[in-house]
């Protein structure tokens, strides 16, 4: 999420400071009842109001919300027990599919990136890095519609007057003519287009890279990265030089993790400080500061301004390691390996996204109804995970999906041959996971799965007339358990 530089907005982000241990999670609050004449009462006043002023009657009144959305303040106020671990929270944003992803983004838009490192002085890689972690090199940009959530956040719960002048800002936006009123959605909190920036800095920073008279960060890849390179320079990113690197420390060595303390590469050097394979550090940093984001058992780092620009983005440090990390891997444009030189102190590290989207679908094949498999484990993964432990005597039934919750699950299903998306909701070429016939339902289900099947190149639109029909057990999130046909959709 692209915040203002001296915003706290970030405490709001679900991708921020996930750096400490959880255990069972909170249930999402549900969305608070909001008084549609309330609202319009607050935006008649906002209309005339002096963080309006520049924004046309015709603008204001065009865009102007019909009703409050409440589920933005739901989000606003949700804060999840389970927070993740910095090994989980890296491996999911630096996976072997992201760095092949940001591979060929560099070979597609080389020439453009050339040509941005050439005027802003920033790294192709680094900006990169930015994309593939803010959007997933445009893949995801969220779909709220940012008028309904910025106008709602404006009128109710806090922080209204830091959301008042971000809706301001996004009606100037499409006043001005950059991006057009359907392109105006993003997160509920108001940061949208290609490497998210909120209003407010997309006036301050954006900028028309393609030529065509429009800051357009949503359709334009050369605008997004453009205008990102230009946030970061004006941040203080150092041109030529690294944002850190990892390190290893010395026997005995003892210090706390402060990446703001920075000293030069010769006091770290004296310190006994060598990179993470032992060659002596290069006098390629002005000064850097230790990071320990595991504490001292697991893999350390120093880093230099270039490290801050990228908090600066997002104020987390894991977050901004998760840039370090990906920009290097794909300058060194290698997957092969996504950890660290040093392990992290754990026997249970975290899962890449394909392996996410395996515990999914093998979740869906138990009959926990989750919905869909998208490798985000969200809060009904982790309740599902949390009933499937439970339901097997694994303890702790932490909702927690590592890598040996992934191998308990899978057994011995091959993730690699694992299809999504056929109209039975299960891969197509693994069998499924069935459920113990320890009651007539579960017998049911087991016959079931071993009759014959028909299949349909698409589903039909009509119910099957098979004498076969398919079920899967569903685990409502009240605990009641029933029986869903799902043959041919149905």
């Known amino acids: ?41 607050c935006l008649d006043g906002l209309k005339n109001s002096s963080k309006f002023r520049g ?11 019909s009703e409050p959305d409440p589920s933005v303040i739901q989000s606003l106020n949700y804060q999840p027990e389970f927070q993740k671990d910095v090994w989980d929270y890296l491996s999911a ?12 983004a560099k ?15 920033v790294k192709a890689e680094h900006v990169l890095g930015v994309w593939g972690v803010e959007s997933n090199f445009g893949q995801t940009l969220g779909k709220k519609p940012l008028f309904e959530s910025l106008a709602t956040l404006s009128c109710f719960d806090r922080r209204q007057s830091y959301f008042q002048g971000e809706f301001a800002n996004a009606l100037k936006i499409v006043q001005r003519g950059d991006i057009a009123p359907s392109d105006m959605t993003g997160s509920w909190a108001g940061a949208f287009g290609q490497t998210q920036f909120m209003p407010s800095t997309f006036l301050e920073l954006a900028v028309d890279f393609d030529g065509d008279g429009r800051r357009d960060l949503v359709n334009s890849v050369p605008d997004a990265l453009a205008s990102t390179a230009n946030f970061l320079d004006n ?26 303390d920075k000293k030069s590469i010769s006091h770290w050097r004296n310190q006994g400080l060598t990179l993470a394979n032992g060659s002596p550090l290069p006098y ?22 270039n490290f801050d620009t990228f908090y600066s983005y997002n104020a987390s440090e894991n977050y901004a390691l998760a840039i370090a990390h990906l920009s290097d891997l794909i300058t060194r444009e290698d997957s092969s390996k996504t950890d660290f030189v040093t392990a992290w102190p754990t026997d249970d590290p975290g899962i890449s996204r394909q392996q996410a989207k395996d515990i999914q679908q093998a979740l869906l094949n138990a009959g926990y109804d989750i919905g869909g498999v998208d490798g985000i484990i969200g809060d009904n993964t982790r309740t599902a995970i949390q009933q499937y432990q439970t339901s097997k005597g694994i303890f702790p039934a932490d909702g927690r999906a590592g890598q040996k919750f992934y191998r308990a699950i899978i ?23 069935t459920p113990a016939p320890a009651d007539r339902m ?32 569903v685990t409502g999130a009240d605990g009641v358990v029933k029986l869903v046909r799902i043959d041919e959709g149905s």
Request: hydrophobic letters at 30%.
């Open 1 to 41: 999420m692209r915040l203002t530089p001296f915003s706290t907005l970030s405490l709001l982000s679900v991708a921020v400071g996930l750096s400490f241990a959880g255990t069972a999670q909170a249930a999402k609050p549900d969305a608070p009842y909001l008084s549609n004449s309330e609202f319009q009462q």
């Open 55 to 65: 924004v046309d009657s015709f603008t204001f009144n065009n865009y102007r919300p």
């Open 93 to 104: 944003l630096v996976d072997k599919e992201r760095v092949e992803d940001g591979i060929r």
């Open 107 to 121: 070979r597609q838009w080389g020439d453009t990136l050339r040509q941005i490192e050439s005027r802003y002085g």
């Open 235 to 260: 941040r203080g990113y150092r041109t030529g030089e690294p944002w850190g690197y990892e390190v290893q420390l010395p026997s005995g060595f003892w210090a706390a993790s402060n990446r703001k």
């Open 284 to 305: 390629d940093l002005s000064s850097a500061g230790l990071l320990l984001p595991a504490g001292m058992e697991g893999p350390a780092f120093l880093v230099g301004k």
């Open 411 to 433: 057994g011995n299903t091959a993730p690699s041959r694992v299809q999504y998306g056929n109209q039975y909701g299960q891969p197509t070429n693994s069998q499924p996971l």
């Open 442 to 473: 579960g017998q049911l289900i087991q016959q079931q799965s071993t009759a014959p099947r028909i299949y349909s190149p698409q589903p039909s639109a009509q119910p099957s007339t098979s004498s076969n029909p398919r079920y899967r057990r």
